[in-house]
C-alpha cells in the first residue's frame, strides 16, 4: 500500500505470518507493519464480534439482530413455557421470542424500539419450582 505524508508517498509493508514463520512473541492474530521505517504490531479483530454468551438460568436472548417492536411481558409477570415475551423485527419480518421454560420475569432488559445484537439478554426468568 502507499501512504502519503506531508505530500509524500510511502511504501507501507504488511506481513502476515504463517504460524510455523512466526516471529516469537507475536500473538496469533497480529500483523507486523512497517511504516516510516519502523515496525509498528496491529492487532486484528473480528469484523463482526460475537459477544460473550449469557450462560445464565432463565436467560432469554436475542437469536439475531434487530428492533424490538413489542414487550408482552413485565417484572414480577408470571409466564409459562412457550409464551411470548417479546417481538422482534429483523429482516424486514417480526420474530416471536418466547420463554423458554416456567417462571416469574426477574428483569426485563429492553423496550420497545431497543436495538439488539444476536446473544444480547433480553428477559431472565427464574424458574418456577418443580
Do not use: Y
Amino acid at each position: 500500500d502507499i501512504e502519503t505524508e506531508d505530500g509524500h508517498r510511502q511504501r507501507i509493508l504488511v506481513r502476515a505470518h504463517p504460524d510455523q514463520e512466526r516471529p516469537e512473541g507475536l500473538a496469533d492474530r497480529e500483523l507486523l507493519v512497517r511504516v516510516g521505517g519502523r515496525w509498528l504490531t496491529l492487532m486484528q479483530h473480528p469484523r463482526f464480534p460475537r459477544p460473550e454468551p449469557v450462560e445464565e438460568a432463565g436467560a432469554t436472548t436475542a437469536p439475531m439482530p434487530g428492533t424490538v417492536t413489542t414487550v408482552a411481558v413485565a417484572v414480577g409477570d408470571t409466564v409459562a413455557a412457550d409464551e411470548l415475551l417479546l417481538t422482534l423485527e429483523a429482516m424486514k419480518m417480526e420474530h416471536r421470542v418466547t420463554a423458554d421454560l416456567a417462571g416469574t420475569v426477574t428483569a426485563v432488559h429492553v423496550e420497545s424500539g431497543t436495538q439488539v445484537d444476536t446473544d444480547q439478554l433480553l428477559v431472565s426468568i427464574e424458574p418456577a419450582a418443580s
